[in-house]
Each structure stands twice: as structure tokens, then as C-alpha cells.
């Protein structure tokens, strides 16, 4: 019997090192500590926003993120969510361009086996540019109609949380797919828009057509406030208020 209880303890003895040795630790199979993490994200590559993300993993359940998004000049994606097929003056806005420019760094908390795998939370603050061009608003002169081009920028700052759940793949785990399911920011927009008319002079009713085109253009989009101001040689749009949006994607990266 002794010698029995002896075998059946150095077999678990044997079977619990085994297992330990099987233990994963965020170092094995990186190329400097594992603690490291870069990612694009997938899903606002058919927008043409591209986005960029840098994790550092400081422990089990903390990680620090900055992201990067970028889009290259060209039309608003889904303006034709937002604009009716049988109002001209959504022209205006359909024909206009905008890029952007983003920051994003994040504070996760995750709240499984950690150390950059499972589910989390994560507060985070967001800077964002937006930069407007080819706004074309009109008046007509004598039955001809003239343009006014426009151009500017909108800067928003927020502020907001969210949530997602990110696997660590492969061998080494070295392979990530994070996927953030939602995220929540609001906070203040502010910006200007403005064109000068170089050909000429405007009358006074004609700088009412061109303000009730711009309004009538800009109040199907939601959130933003905006006031129009238009004389005799200028057209500018104050653009001011609170803003909120929110986050969702789906990244693929590599742990290093």
C-alpha cells in the first residue's frame, strides 16, 4: 500500500510538471517580450479609412493603446444614408470631399486571463480632423448659375468607453484578432467652412439663395450645428455644438 501511494503521488508529482512546463507565459516564442502588439484594422479598409494600433501589455489586466486612423481625400461614406434622391440641393454635399485624421490612445482593462487576451474594457479619449473640400453651393444670375467653392476643417474632441474581446492565436500566440464590439464616445465639435467669390459681387438675394442652399444641404446631417454667414464676396459656415459617434471593427496583428 505505501508503495502504491508512493507510485500514485510521483505520478502526480510527474503529471503536475508536465503540465506546468505547458504553461504559457507572454514571453515564449516572442521577439523581444511578448508585451508588445501591433494591428490594422480590417473593417475600414472598404471606406478607405485605415487604421493602425500599437499595444503595450504593463500586466495581466492593464494595456496601454494608441491608435491611428487616416483617410485619404474622397466622397463622405453613406452620404446617400443621409441625403434624399429627390432634393436637388443635396448636390451640394454629395459632390463634397473630406479626409480625416485620427488619435486615439486607450487605457484596457481586461478582465479574463489577461495579458492582452479576453474580454475588455477600455476608457478612451479620441482627437479627430476632418478636412472639407469641393463644397459647391450656387446662385443663379440672370439664368445663369454661378459656384461658390468652399473648403475647411472640423476638429472634434471625445471621450467615451469601450467594449471588445481579443484572442491571442497560433503556436506562440503570437497572432491577434481583436475585435471591438462597441464603442461609445461624445464630447465638442468645432470648425469653419468658407468661400470667397472671385468673379464678381453678390446681390443681396442672391446671398440668400446661397444661404438657404447651404442650410437646406447641411440639416440632413445629424449632430452638427452649424451657423451660415454670406456678404457680397464670402461664404462661411461655423461649425460648433457637441459631438458623439461611436467605434466597432475588427483588427488582425501580430504580438512580438
Same mark, same amino acid.
Given at each position: 500500500?505505501k ?14 510538471a ?13 521577439l ?11 473593417? !475600414? =479598409?472598404? @471606406? ?5 494600433? +500599437? ?10 493603446? #494608441? /491608435?491611428v486612423?487616416?483617410?485619404p481625400?474622397?466622397g463622405?461614406?453613406f452620404?446617400?444614408?443621409?441625403t434624399s ?13 473630406v ?8 487605457l ?15 476608457p478612451?479619449?479620441?482627437y ?24 475647411g ?6 471621450? !467615451? =468607453?469601450? @467594449? ?5 492565436? +497560433? ?5 491577434v484578432?481583436?475585435?471591438?464590439? #462597441? /464603442? ?28 438657404n ?14 451657423t ?12 460648433t ?10 483588427s488582425?496583428?501580430?504580438?512580438f
Open positions: 500500500m508503495k502504491l501511494f508512493t507510485l500514485v503521488l510521483l505520478l502526480m508529482v510527474s503529471v503536475s508536465l503540465f506546468s512546463q505547458k504553461d504559457w507565459s507572454v514571453s515564449d516564442g516572442a523581444l517580450d511578448g508585451k508588445n502588439i501591433i494591428k490594422v484594422n480590417l473593417t !475600414g =479598409l472598404p @471606406i478607405r479609412n485605415f487604421g493602425f494600433y +500599437g499595444e503595450r501589455i504593463i500586466n495581466n489586466r492593464f494595456s496601454a493603446v #494608441l /491608435g486612423n487616416v483617410m481625400k474622397g463622405i461614406p452620404i446617400n444614408s443621409f434622391s429627390n432634393n436637388n440641393n443635396d448636390e451640394t454635399i454629395q459632390n463634397m470631399k479626409n480625416t485624421f485620427a488619435l486615439t490612445p486607450e484596457r482593462i481586461y478582465t479574463g486571463s489577461g495579458y492582452g487576451k479576453g474580454f475588455y474594457f477600455a478612451y479619449f479620441k479627430e480632423q476632418f478636412g472639407l473640400s469641393d463644397l459647391s453651393v450656387t446662385f443663379t444670375d440672370n439664368d445663369v448659375d454661378h459656384e461658390v467653392i468652399m473648403d476643417k472640423l476638429k472634434t474632441y471625445s471621450g !467615451g =468607453l469601450m @467594449i471588445g474581446y481579443q484572442w491571442l492565436l +497560433g503556436k506562440h500566440k503570437n497572432i484578432l481583436d475585435w471591438s464590439i #462597441l /464603442g461609445l464616445h461624445g464630447g465638442k465639435s468645432s470648425g469653419n467652412v468658407h468661400g470667397y467669390y472671385a468673379t464678381g459681387t453678390m446681390t443681396e438675394e442672391q446671398q440668400q439663395e446661397v444661404k442652399n447651404i442650410d437646406d444641404a447641411l440639416s440632413d446631417i445629424p449632430v452638427i450645428k452649424y451660415t454667414t454670406v456678404d457680397e464676396k464670402n461664404v462661411s459656415v461655423d461649425l455644438g457637441p459631438w458623439a459617434f461611436f467605434r466597432m471593427g475588427l488582425i496583428g501580430y504580438r
